[in-house]
């Protein structure tokens, strides 16, 4: 394996000796540049009380070049598609090298609080948000 730049071995300890609420992520053993991710659902949105498993990859240009994340598993959300694609500004046109995983991870949990109805990746959901089902469940049948 490659040696990791300073900056992900910094981020990579901090991550793990102070996680965010609701959030867990732990480097893959034979890669360090890619996180195995766990996020609890918000409390007070159509996701609490779900868990949902997140791939985060660190290209070789981070953090120059922004971080990649998808979903694991389906989700019924406006801002992910059915391959776990995760359309969020900050992964995009947004990214900065202030910028770290930490802030990355709580971004997409506030995606599951607040999604973005203006740039939707899945338009069928923005129009469905009123239904039953995104009230109620977020996993994909």
């Known amino acids: ?8 071995i910094k981020e990579t300890q901090r991550l793990l000796a102070e996680p965010f609420p609701g959030i ?4 893959d053993e034979s890669n360090a540049s890619y996180f ?3 996020i609890a659902g918000p409390q007070d949105s159509p996701f609490e009380g779900g868990t949902f498993k997140l791939k985060l990859f660190l290209p070789e240009e981070y953090p120059n070049g922004s ?3 998808t979903f694991h598993d389906q989700i019924y959300h406006p801002n992910a598609d059915k391959l776990g694609r995760i359309c969020l500004d ?4 947004k990214w900065s090298l202030a910028l770290q995983i930490r802030t990355v ?5 506030v995606l599951l609080c607040t999604p973005s109805r203006d740039d939707p990746l899945v338009n069928g959901v923005v129009e469905d ?3 039953p089902r995104h009230r109620n469940s977020w996993s994909m049948d």
């Open 1 to 8: 394996m490659a040696r990791l730049p300073p900056r992900i």
């Open 24 to 27: 867990q992520a732990e480097p």
């Open 36 to 38: 195995r991710v766990v």
């Open 67 to 69: 971080s990649y994340s």
């Open 90 to 93: 900050t992964l995009k046109d």
């Open 105 to 109: 991870l709580l971004w997409i949990q």
């Open 129 to 131: 948000r009123g239904s």
